[in-house]
């Protein structure tokens, strides 16, 4: 008898500390945003779905210390437009079409930008 009830506190405080890195979903009207967590507490991703279920919109991801890592834009489930990727100094720009990839640009902290001034 002790050892199930220590089970059954064991499964409680597992369910309990799951239940509180649980993704928190919003419904607006056909959009379902949703933010989903790190066993830290931390935010991992956070972005919507469509009514169909498709990706859709902005998405961003972080890493477990709270960095951003993506950016970037779906339109029904597929990846579009620009994506930026931060990888320790580095920026990576995807662009993508239809989830394809069209092009790929990486700066670092060494790369030098020229600015053009009107």
């Known amino acids: 008898m002790k ?10 405080v597992g369910i309990t500390y799951a239940q509180d890195n ?12 949703v933010t989903y967590f790190y066993d830290n ?7 919507a779905f ?8 902005e998405w961003k991801s972080f890493d477990a210390n709270g960095n951003k890592v993506a950016i970037g834009n779906y339109e029904g489930g597929k990846k579009v437009g620009k994506w930026f990727f931060w990888e320790g ?7 993508y079409i239809d989830s394809k990839i069209v092009s790929v640009n990486k700066w ?7 600015i053009r001034d009107k």
């Open 3 to 12: 050892k199930i009830v220590v089970v059954l506190v064991m499964l409680a």
């Open 22 to 33: 649980a993704p928190k979903v919003e419904k607006d009207g056909d959009i379902t945003y």
């Open 41 to 47: 507490g931390e935010i991992h991703q956070m972005g």
């Open 50 to 57: 469509d009514s169909n279920g498709k990706l859709h919109g």
């Open 89 to 95: 100094d580095s920026l990576k720009e995807v662009d």
């Open 108 to 114: 670092n902290n060494k790369t030098k930008v020229a």
